[in-house]
């Protein structure tokens, strides 16, 4: 039976949620084609690399990202790093002929992933981007939907994704609030909604932002008061090809909101909605029901999407029960190895990651400007 030797660059929050993909996945779809061995684990700090090693069964811990890239029973590098430091995990791991599964954004700038774009096109690995807010059956079966025209022409959208931790003065200063790391909630959320919206409803044409810091200096780890660059929310008014119009938000300062990310979209024959707080549902409407007294048959339904993965999967858990965060991470993390056990190629692939890390930039240069901007 194949076996796939995983390698994991980066033991924060995203590199535990990885890790629990990789051990769980054979619980989740019966009957794999392929086995899953955890081979290395690269922290910055080596004593939480071998406190992974010793606690998840990973068979050798280090501090050097190379040992990794050299290990010949190692095939797929995952890579949970802060932003700045993606590019050379990258390029490191394609060079070694690894298959790449990065967190996102890719890179911190557009000019950097420009850069893994150049070395990509040399290799034949198989790549992918931990998108995963594609990977809820409910946002699968939207997908689903909008491409047998249910929406009819799309006319016009909103999407949000909403954290409240930045409302806090208090709150230190961590790598993602630091722009020379590639911080910033547009960078850290608002990929993923970028992202998301990119996947149902094509390329972006044209956008407009706003950007806003709500506290110039935040308290440093070391105790001092530092200069905070990177913002805290960002509002862009986008044009798609399509023809479509809609609103993107991403913010850290949305006051009683946990995990919200939300779309709502609105055709000409119908209209849809998700909240990720409620991921067990697709919310959709059908304008091509006749309208009659009392109301008949139209309003919004709720499609019980809930656990009904494809085979294999949707078996564990049982398919009618909740689904939480950590599932679409798994379903993610299985199309990518399913992919390359295939020989196919993989989506959201590196390719995806460097056109919304262009987006970003995009949208950046329109809040510099104040003034829309055209994507090529």
Avoid at 151 to 174: Q, T
Avoid at 289 to 296: C, Q, R, S, V, Y
Wanted: net charge negative; proline share 5%.
């Amino acid at each position: 039976m194949k076996e796939f030797g995983i390698g994991i660059i980066g033991y924060g929050f995203m590199g535990k949620a990885h890790t629990y993909a990789y051990r769980t996945m054979p619980l989740y779809y019966e009957n794999l084609p392929f086995r899953i061995r955890l081979v290395g684990i690269c922290n910055r700090t080596l004593e939480k690399a071998q406190r992974a090693k010793e606690d998840l069964g990973f068979e050798f811990a280090t501090d050097d990202p190379n040992e990794l890239f050299a290990a010949d029973n190692i095939d797929i590098i995952n890579i949970c790093t802060p932003n700045n430091l993606h590019k050379d995990h990258v390029i490191g791991a394609l060079k070694a002929g690894k298959h790449v599964y990065c967190d996102k954004p890719l890179t911190a700038t557009y000019k950097e992933s420009e850069e893994i774009l150049k070395v990509l096109d040399s290799t034949k690995t198989i790549t992918q981007m931990a998108f995963q807010n594609r990977f809820f059956p409910a946002t699968m079966r939207a997908k689903e939907l909008i491409e047998a025209g249910f929406l009819g022409e799309v006319l016009s959208f909103r999407a949000s994704y909403l954290h409240s931790g930045s409302v806090d003065p208090e709150r230190p200063m961590g790598w993602k609030l630091e722009k020379s790391a590639g911080g910033g909630v547009l960078a850290d959320l608002g990929s993923h909604v970028l992202d998301l919206i990119y996947h149902l409803l094509g390329r972006y044409e044209e956008v407009f932002a706003y950007n806003r810091i709500l506290y110039p200096q935040r308290p440093h780890p070391s105790g001092k008061m530092v200069e905070v660059e990177a913002e805290d929310l960002s509002l862009l008014i986008v044009k798609m090809e399509n023809g479509s119009v809609g609103t993107i938000e991403s913010s850290k300062i949305a006051t009683g909101t946990n995990d919200e990310l939300v779309f709502e979209i609105h055709g000409t024959k119908g209209a849809m909605r998700f909240n990720m707080m409620d991921p067990n549902w697709l919310e959709v409407y059908d304008n091509t029901l006749p309208e009659a007294d009392l109301g008949g048959d139209r309003g919004f339904k709720k499609i019980e999407c809930i656990q009904r993965y494809k085979s294999p999967g949707g078996k564990f858990v049982a398919p009618k029960a909740p689904i939480g965060w950590i599932r679409s991470h798994v379903h993610s993390l299985y199309n990518f190895l399913d992919n390359i056990y295939n020989h196919r190629p993989s989506v959201p692939s590196i390719e995806d990651g460097a056109y919304i890390q262009y987006v970003i930039e995009m949208a950046q240069k329109s809040h510099r400007t104040k003034q829309w901007v055209s994507l090529d």
